[in-house]
């Protein structure tokens, strides 16, 4: 199925084929205003033994002097468009701007069928239709390079004549307005096909310039590579002779490097049997840290950045917090307002000092678990790296146990001493009991 809807263009096309087309339309239209200005005055001047006598002469002269400037209007504005920047903004200003004259000068036209219709003269109304018939016709060409300006120019030139024909409901001037709608409808599918082939012709045009360019461009790039290659062929040439003048001695040279890549083999074969013993002792040595770092019966963990980038089992199990909490939840949050101060004052230091400053070993302080149960901890901290950044090793102890035997061991301390004070009290008492 013919597809009848135009083309778009491709993108990089838009802009040139908006301005070329604007520039033929005003190119084109120069010969087209002076024929119309030239067509006025004619068509006024035959229509007048029909219409020049009574009140229709004022008419006449009206229509005329209006065609006429209309006309010199629209040579003016060419000539102002050739003067201007064709810039793109420029361009759409122009093209609906000509849009609006040939509108303009359509209605001028197509007014002729009421403002001088000869209605005593068949012949003249005949004479006005084929006028204004070779109007739209010899419009066409320089219009349709912008289907929206032919379309402006001819439906008003031809659609007044059309309707009058149809509004006198005769037979012979219905036949006239059906004649001239078919031949509108007509010249504009024509019209149509010209703005399709003139555009095709364009992007053609513009694709062929954009071809011998990119040949230009390709023939340069050909040239710099001839020059590259023979640049290339004549160090080519001047390696030759260098490799020729050293050719005797490469045997020699072959073996003396054979003898010393077989050294390299041999000592690379003791350099790696040496690294796989040190590997599986690395091995070993990882396996035993991680079994003595899970395995113990302390929390231990690497502080770094506020968080713990690495802990054991008994951390965890602890503190009652998951391996992605530990990284997540500062340590600070997990103490205790009262042992904050310290923990903050310490980790402070630590930053500053750029890891010198640590935790003294066996601080005592109180952390919260994820049950918001206390447990009492005794922390060492030294300053290590790691990834290359300073960190603090830290070791914690649970001493709740220690610190709940502490607790009642006082409260066992100060029963005693009560008991101690309320017996000096009831001796000193009795020896007084006693004198009395």
């Known amino acids: 199925m013919r597809n009848w809807m135009p083309s778009p263009p491709k993108p990089k096309y838009a802009e040139q084929l908006l301005i070329e087309q604007v520039n033929q339309l005003y190119a084109q239209s120069h010969i087209a205003s002076l024929g ?9 001047f035959f ?8 009140g229709m002469a004022a008419w006449w002269v009206a229509w005329v002097a209006a065609a006429v400037i209309g006309t010199i209007s629209r040579h003016f504005f060419i000539i102002r468009y050739r003067q201007s920047a064709k810039t793109i903004d420029n361009v759409l200003k122009w093209k609906k701007l000509f849009i609006a004259l040939v509108f303009l000068s359509g209605s001028i036209w197509g007014s002729a069928a009421f403002v001088i219709f000869p209605g005593s003269s068949f012949t003249h109304q005949i004479f006005l239709s084929f006028i204004l018939a070779g109007m739209v016709a010899g419009a066409m060409p320089p219009f ?3 289907l929206t300006a032919f379309l402006a120019y001819a439906i008003p030139t031809l659609f007044p004549a059309i309707l009058l024909f149809f509004l006198t409901q005769m037979p012979v001037h219905t036949a006239m307005g059906t004649m001239l709608f078919f031949y509108l409808c007509f010249m504009g599918l024509c019209g149509y096909q010209f703005f399709n082939r003139t555009r095709a012709i364009l992007i053609l045009k513009f694709k062929n310039l954009d071809l011998i ?10 040239d710099a590579v001839n020059n590259h290659l023979q640049d290339e062929v004549t160090e080519r040439k001047r390696i030759e002779e260098i490799l020729k003048r050293h050719r005797e001695n490469l045997e020699a040279m072959v073996d003396e490097r054979t003898s010393a890549l077989q050294k390299s083999n041999i000592d690379l074969k003791n350099e790696i049997a040496e690294r796989e013993k040190t590997q599986q002792a690395l091995k ?3 396996e035993k840290y991680r079994l003595l770092v899970e395995n113990a019966s302390d929390a231990i963990f690497i502080y770094q950045d506020g968080v713990s980038k690495f802990h054991n089992n008994r951390t965890e199990s602890l ?5 992605r909490e530990l990284q997540e939840i500062p340590f600070v949050d997990l103490c205790r307002i009262t042992d904050r101060q310290l923990i903050d004052d310490r980790l402070k230091r630590h930053a500053e000092n750029r890891g010198r400053e640590t935790i003294p070993s066996g601080s005592v302080i109180k952390l919260v678990n994820k049950g918001q149960k206390d447990v009492w901890v005794q922390i060492s901290a030294v300053p290590v790296l790691w990834n290359k950044a300073p960190a603090l090793l830290c070791f914690i102890r649970d001493i709740t146990q220690q610190k709940h035997l502490e607790n009642q061991l006082l409260q066992a ?6 008991g101690t004070m309320a017996a000096g009290i009831a001796h000193d008492f009795n020896n007084i009991m ?3």
């Open 284 to 286: 070993e040595s990882e």
């Open 47 to 54: 229509l007048w033994p029909a219409v020049g006598q009574g």
């Open 36 to 44: 119309s200005g030239a067509a006025a005055v004619l068509t006024g």
């Open 434 to 436: 006693s004198g009395i």
């Open 319 to 323: 503190l009652g917090f998951s391996t």
């Open 213 to 222: 360019h990119h040949l230009e461009a390709e023939k340069l790039r050909t």
């Open 144 to 146: 349709s390079v912008v």
């Open 413 to 418: 301390q100060k029963i005693e001493a009560i």
